[in-house]
């Protein structure tokens, strides 16, 4: 073979290998049998490990879409019903700091289209929202110094961050952890970068714990923005199609 057919079949091969999606190497699907209580999901050496998880909650995982928003996944009720243990393997040696979150998605996303036979959509649907707005008194934002954004950091009542826009902040708080339950859109018209820092008290924190503000008064306080309940376009998972029960591995 020439050298010129050579290197033609080597690129191939690099492109094919680079068209592959990430995929775990082998998954156990099997019927939570304990009647309720919470799920988990945990990454651990060599697999990810899912316990008393609904489908519903897998889609909006290997989507990265809020799972307590009820708007976010479209589909029949069964996916909200039906529960799994899910333990699904890592590709052999494959060092647990190399994981990147993106990566498990795809491998989510490739495991529920090869064994659940998921095929879906996104479209923008009217839905609740919550606007985030300037308050009546303006903003009280410190603008970045910074030119580069660094993001956030976030734990529970509390997150801070470092050159983020409002665009950015508004996606966080759309975030399951934060327990809105709507997508939050940012219409403040604020195009900054800004450093800030929010605590709060999470719904559900213990009566001893429960001494700060709700979300909602900590960012009209120290944000001078507002949370305002309105109907908006957001974008939606449809399911088109999906097996009820998995296939064999």
């Given amino acids: 073979m020439s050298t010129k057919l050579l290197a033609i079949a080597g690129l191939a091969a690099a492109m094919s290998a680079q068209s592959q999606r990430p995929a775990f190497e082998v998954a156990s699907i099997k019927p939570n049998k304990s009647g309720g209580g919470m799920s988990s999901v945990r990454i651990t050496p060599g697999q990810v490990f899912m316990e008393n998880v609904s489908l519903r909650k897998c889609i909006a995982l290997a989507y990265n879409v809020s799972e307590n928003q009820d708007s976010a996944v479209a589909g029949p009720d069964w996916i909200r019903s039906e529960v799994y243990d899910i333990i699904a ?6 060092p647990l700091e190399q994981v990147r979150p993106e990566q498990v998605r795809m491998m989510l996303q490739e495991l529920l289209a090869d064994r659940f036979k998921l095929r879906l959509h996104r479209e923008s649907k009217e839905v609740p929202v919550y606007a985030l707005m300037v308050g009546k008194t303006g903003a009280k934002l410190q603008e970045s110094a910074s030119g580069t954004p660094s993001g956030f950091s976030m734990g529970s009542g509390h997150i801070e961050g470092r050159a983020a826009s409002m665009a950015a902040l508004a996606d966080r708080l759309s975030n399951a952890s934060f327990q809105l339950g709507r997508p939050v859109l940012d219409r403040t018209g604020l195009k900054g970068a800004y450093d800030f820092t929010l605590d709060w008290t999470p719904d559900g924190a213990q009566e001893a714990d429960a001494t700060g503000p709700s979300l909602f008064t900590a960012v009209q306080e120290k944000l001078g923005l507002r949370l ?10 449809v399911i088109d199609s999906m097996a009820r029960k998995p296939t064999e591995n």
Avoid: D, N, S, Y
């Fill in 228 to 237: 305002e309940a309105q109907r908006g376009l957001a974008e939606v998972l």
């Fill in 89 to 94: 393997k890592f590709p052999p040696e494959t």
